[in-house]
C-alpha cells in the first residue's frame, strides 16, 4: 500500500536528502512538508503547509500520515538563545509526537544526538535527552530516535564554526578505535536510509538507534 510521510524540517540537510530519497520511492505516493518557508520546484506528490512551526498544533488537522520523520535542529551559534533553542530542538519534536499520537500515526522517526542525556549538566545534551524522554512517553507504536555523532555535508548556510570542528574530525577519524568509532563523522545520505529503512520495517527491536547502529543498517547501501 502507498503511503504518506510528513516531514520537519525539510529544508535542512538531513531534511532535504530525505525528501528527495522519499520523492524518487514509489512506495510513497503523498509527502507533506511542515515549515516556515517554501521549497520551490517541487513534484505533485508533495504538499506544503507554511506557518510557524513552534505553533505546530495549528496544523493538527493536515497532520495526518503513515509516518513522521522530525529532522528538525539548531545550533548553539546558529541560536544562541537558550530559550529558544529549547523550543526548537525539544517543543518541535514533543509536539509532533504528541500530534501524531493524537491523529494515529504509529511509526515516528526523530534525530536526536549522540551524548543526549535529560540528567546532563550539559544544557544541550539535556535538552536532547528530555526531548528523547518525551517523545517515548507518546508510546507510538513504532517510535525510532536516531543519535548521530557529527553529521557530514554541505549544508546551506554558512555555519563556520561547524566546518572547521568538520575539518578537524576528518583528520582524526583515523585514530577512532573502540568505542570511539561512535564519534566518527555520520553520513548524512546513511541516515536517511537509514530512517527510510526502518520506517519500514515493523517491530524493531532497537528504539535508541546510535550512530553505530546507523552505519551497521547502511553497510551494504
Given at each position: ?31 507533506k512538508?511542515?515549515s516556515?518557508?517554501?521549497i ?22 493536515d ?9 528538525i535542529?539548531?545550533?548553539?551559534a ?13 517543543g ?10 493524537a ?8 534525530i ?26 507518546q ?21 563556520i ?5 568538520l575539518?578537524i ?17 555520520t ?8 530512517m ?5 520495517r ?14 551497521r ?5
Amino acid at each position: 500500500m502507498k503511503k504518506t510521510a510528513i516531514i520537519l524540517g525539510a529544508t535542512g540537510l538531513t531534511g532535504g536528502l530525505l525528501l528527495d530519497q522519499l520523492i524518487n520511492d514509489n512506495n510513497y505516493q503523498n509527502i507533506k512538508l511542515f515549515s516556515r518557508s517554501k521549497i520551490e520546484d517541487l513534484p505533485s506528490k508533495v504538499t506544503q503547509f507554511i506557518g510557524d512551526v513552534l505553533q505546530l498544533e495549528q496544523f493538527k488537522t493536515d497532520f495526518t500520515a503513515d509516518q513522521v520523520f522530525c529532522c528538525i535542529g539548531t545550533t548553539k551559534a546558529k541560536t544562541p538563545d537558550k530559550e529558544l533553542y529549547k523550543q526548537i530542538d525539544y517543543g518541535i519534536p514533543v509536539t509532533a509526537a504528541k500530534l501524531a499520537k493524537a491523529n494515529g500515526i504509529d511509526t515516528f522517526l526523530v534525530i536526536s544526538a549522540l551524548g543526549a542525556n535529560a540528567k546532563s549538566k550539559v544544557f544541550y545534551n539535556k535538552t536532547k535527552g528530555e526531548m528523547e524522554r518525551d517523545v517515548l512517553k507518546q508510546h507510538i507504536k513504532n517510535t525510532f530516535i536516531f543519535q548521530p555523532s557529527l553529521i557530514g555535508g554541505n549544508r546551506k548556510e554558512n555555519r563556520i564554526l561547524e566546518a572547521i570542528g568538520l575539518a578537524i574530525f576528518k583528520v582524526i577519524q583515523p585514530l577512532f578505535f573502540g568505542k570511539l568509532k561512535e564519534y566518527k563523522i555520520t553520513d548524512p545520505l546513511k541516515m536517511v536510509k537509514a530512517m527510510i529503512n526502518l520506517a519500514n520495517r515493523k517491530n524493531y527491536a532497537e528504539v535508541i538507534i546510535t550512530s553505530n547502529e546507523i552505519k551497521r543498517i547502511t553497510k551494504n547501501n
